[in-house]
């Protein structure tokens, strides 16, 4: 049984950091293309950034370019998302999400195979 669980998540000031982390079970872990989604209250989930297998690429949106950072570390199973110089619009729920395959659009849910709970992020101004 596949199973991805975040942690991490919290309350901070605007202009500080967080890493979240997602852990994975039941994944052949270095062969997933591993990103990072975020819903706040009242919108759709919206794509945050991906990491390739291998780590060889990765896919940031334009909000979080320059703050955000991927990690992987494959002997833990396990994929980060670095936030630094955090704002009051990053607050939201922070959702990991695993992909087999992905084609040119890594930022459409659809993609995705598997998915976390979730961790909430609050930044307050």
């Known amino acids: 049984q596949v199973q991805l669980v975040e942690s991490g998540g919290g309350l901070v000031q605007a202009g500080g950091s967080l890493k979240l982390s997602c852990v994975t079970y039941?994944?052949?872990?270095?062969?997933?293309?591993m990103g990072w989604f975020r819903q706040a209250p009242g919108k759709e989930r919206e794509f945050v950034g991906t990491?390739?297998?291998?780590?060889?690429?990765?896919r940031f949106a334009d909000s979080v370019t320059g703050r955000f950072t991927i990690s992987r570390d494959d002997a833990k199973n396990t994929v980060y998302l670095q936030l630094n110089n955090l704002k009051p619009e990053d607050t939201a729920v922070y959702y990991c999400?695993?992909?087999?395959?992905?084609?040119?659009?890594?930022?459409?849910?659809?993609?995705?195979?598997?998915w976390g709970q979730g961790t909430q992020v609050t930044v307050s101004s």
């Open positions: 999400a695993g992909a087999k395959l992905l084609g040119s659009n890594w930022s459409w849910l659809g993609e995705y195979d598997y």
């Open positions: 039941g994944l052949t872990f270095r062969r997933y293309f």
């Open positions: 990491i390739s297998g291998g780590s060889s690429r990765r």
